[in-house]
């Protein structure tokens, strides 16, 4: 069973773009263990949460481990990005991973959804390069607001975006999340 996605998670960071939406820490947990749940009462006894968002990853840890101890079902996470960090690498010319907005996240979008990408202003689309703060490296975690990061929003090189890069990624994220699935990560 693929439940519908969730179109919304924890982005206080970006609340000073316009235009975004966020959950509460409370919401999403309530959300999302709601749905696991009804999962588990129509009979599965296995769960991925597959996610979407960096600003998700420290929480769904936690989620995960909590469900794990509520519900007698097999429960676990990744992230479409983490699942496939060799497809994304492979994939992109200027950047390691996703950023925001970036070279990655901007080519998907390209051959998903072209319509979406002001392709005018991709030329000046750029900015710092940052890593995921599930993967800092930093001794400590600080909050810190996105446009603290970046004027405009973009994080890495969408200006170095095609849909070519964005069709190979869309198609080994998920042969990749396929093949993780299929080695059976629930016998841990």
Not at 39 to 54: Q, S
Not at 137 to 147: I, K
Not at 164 to 170: D, I, N
């Amino acid at each position: 069973m693929v439940t519908p996605s969730v179109w919304s998670g924890l982005s206080e960071h970006h609340m000073a773009f316009g235009g975004t939406f966020t959950l509460s820490l409370a919401t999403l947990h309530a959300l999302l263990r709601d749905i696991c749940r009804s999962v588990w009462r129509a009979g599965f006894t296995r769960i991925l949460i597959v996610n979407g968002h960096g600003g998700n990853m420290t929480a769904l840890h936690a989620l995960t481990t909590e469900l794990t101890a509520e519900l007698p079902a097999r429960i676990a996470f990744t992230n479409y990005f983490t699942v496939a960090r060799d497809v994304v690498r492979d994939c992109l010319e200027v950047q390691d991973g996703l950023m925001h907005a970036c070279e990655g996240e901007t080519s998907m979008m390209l051959a998903a959804r072209p319509e979406l990408v002001r392709t005018e202003h991709l030329a000046e689309a750029h900015g710092p390069d940052i890593a995921l703060p599930a993967e800092s490296t930093e001794p400590v975690y600080l909050a810190v607001p996105f446009e603290r990061i970046t004027v405009s929003g973009v994080a890495g090189h969408a200006d170095a975006a095609t849909a070519a890069k964005g069709e190979k990624m869309l198609s080994g994220l998920a042969k990749a999340l396929a093949d993780a699935i299929a080695r059976d990560p629930w016998q841990s």
